[in-house]
Structures are given as structure tokens and as C-alpha cells.
């Protein structure tokens, strides 16, 4: 490094947590690059860019094995499994991110919520793919020709439609900032637990033949990771109510009567975050 590099006595050294050498000097960014400020902005619009494009990851992955139960394709479900590794990938490479950006920056009010939210929806990502890794599991589990129930299939078929459109809205939500999208995502869910409870009494009800009575408990199961894919993604919903309004509530609970819409009911856990 040149004499003319090293910090001058006058100036005081390199400013406080600027980064600056060992020996003392000031680190130069490249030419062109953002610094300071700008550079933090900068680094936490990739990482919610990142994010968000997990969630096309999961939609894919939702299509593939949808098709795959359908179709009762072992090759495609293997597929779903062996593709687990990109979302497992992205959740790493996101989740490190914010890491080092914690590490190097000193983020408040809604730049911390934001941090914070993306740690939660990243989570959340990673268990959507890891349901589809469930579902893609039990296909084979089946057979080659299982006693398919058509009525059970179709309201499979159903969840799982709603499912998509859920992680969907949910990537809109947090992307536009959206509280009462986010919220909407309830709606959807309802629908899937309805047709979880009326998948289980379908499958009790489905006859004494044990190959049937065998694949129905499997299906059953396919439907319990569809539901985990529809609360992972209020959760998400929830995250974006709390970057924009500072407060974390559920959007429901079934231990607590909901407040209206918009409100905080009795089962909201508000916790203040604060402001500049």
C-alpha cells in the first residue's frame, strides 16, 4: 500500500467502524461502488430479492409433485426430492447473508424489521420445500397401482391448488408491503383445513380393504404437509404485517376469539418495535 494511502493524524484515524486496515489505513471502496449507507441498502434489497425468488423455487417444487401424485410418478417424485437441495441452498445463502450484514451493519427501526422478517420467511421456505419433500416420499410408498379413490384425489387436487395460490400471494404481499393481502391469505387456509378434515373422515370412512385402507392413510398424510405449506405461508403473511405496521400479531387463533379485521384480537401478541 502507497505512504499516501495510511490515515492522516489530522483526520483521526479510520472512522468508526469503516472497515479500515489492520496497519491503520482507510479501506478505498472500488471506483463507481456504493458506500456506506447507500452499499447497506443496496445489500438488503438482494437478499429480499433472493428470498422472494425462493418462493418461485416452492412453486415449482409444488407443481412437480402435485403432478406427481396425480400421475403417481416415482421419477418425477424423485425429482421433487433431489431438486429439495436448491431450496435447501438458497435458505443457506440468504440466511448467511443477513448474518454478515448484521455482523457489519447496525440496522434499526424498519430495516431491522425487515432483517428480522426475512430470517423468519427464509424458515419458512425451507419447511415449504421440505412438505414437498414429504409429499414426493410417500408416492412410492403407494405402488405402481394403488386403489386411487378418485373423491379422495380431487380434494388432494384442491389443497393443493390452494396451497400455490397461497405461497403466491404471500410473495406478493411481502413484495408490495401489503398488510391486507397478507391478511387474506386466511381466507385461503380456512378452505385447505376444511378439505384437510374432509380428506381424514374420507379416509376412515373409505372401506375394510387393507391395500386401500393402507393408501388412504398415506394420502391423508400428503394432505397434513399441503396444510404445513398453507401455514407456512400465513406465517409469511404475518411477517408482512409486522414489517409494515411494528407490531406482530397472528392472524388467527384458534385458543383466542379474532379481533376485526385489521385490529389486534384478544389472541394478538403485540410487541412494539421501535422507531426512529
Known amino acids: 500500500m502507497s505512504p499516501g494511502s495510511s490515515a492522516s493524524a489530522e483526520g483521526g484515524g ?51 409433485v402435485l ?3 396425480s400421475h403417481q410418478d416415482v421419477e418425477l417424485a424423485q425429482m421433487v426430492i433431489a431438486d429439495d437441495d436448491r431450496v435447501d441452498g438458497r435458505y443457506l445463502e440468504v ?9 457489519l451493519q447496525a440496522p434499526v427501526a424498519g430495516d431491522l424489521r425487515l432483517v428480522a422478517a426475512l430470517l423468519h420467511m427464509i424458515k419458512h421456505i425451507e419447511r415449504m420445500g421440505d412438505q414437498c419433500v414429504n409429499i414426493a416420499k410417500l408416492i412410492p410408498l403407494s405402488g405402481s397401482e394403488p386403489p386411487v379413490h378418485t373423491e379422495l384425489l380431487d380434494a388432494l387436487a384442491k389443497m393443493g391448488a390452494f396451497a400455490r395460490s397461497e405461497v403466491v400471494q404471500a410473495k406478493a404481499a411481502f413484495a408490495g408491503r401489503d398488510a391486507s393481502l397478507a391478511e387474506d391469505l386466511v381466507r385461503q ?88
Request: glycine letters at 10%; zero cysteines; hydrophobic letters at 40%.
Open 14 to 64: 479510520p472512522a468508526q467502524g469503516g472497515g479500515g486496515a489492520e496497519d491503520g489505513s482507510a479501506a478505498t471502496p472500488p471506483a463507481g461502488a456504493p458506500s456506506g449507507r447507500a452499499h447497506f441498502q443496496q445489500q438488503l434489497n438482494e437478499l429480499e430479492t433472493r428470498a422472494l425468488s425462493a418462493l418461485d423455487l416452492i412453486v415449482e417444487q409444488l407443481d412437480r
Open 189 to 276: 387456509d380456512r378452505e385447505i383445513n376444511r378439505l384437510n378434515r374432509e380428506i381424514f373422515r374420507t379416509a376412515i370412512e373409505i372401506g375394510d380393504d387393507p391395500d386401500t385402507r393402507e393408501w388412504a392413510m398415506h394420502m391423508t398424510l400428503v394432505a397434513r404437509a399441503l396444510e404445513r405449506i398453507g401455514d407456512n405461508a400465513v406465517d409469511i403473511g404475518e411477517q408482512v404485517a409486522f414489517v409494515v405496521t411494528g407490531l406482530f400479531r397472528e392472524f388467527s387463533d384458534s385458543s383466542h376469539p379474532a379481533g376485526p379485521k385489521g385490529e389486534l384480537g384478544s389472541g394478538a401478541r403485540p410487541e412494539p418495535f421501535w422507531e426512529p
Open 95 to 103: 440466511h448467511q447473508g443477513i448474518l454478515s450484514l448484521l455482523a
Open 67 to 69: 403432478e406427481a401424485l
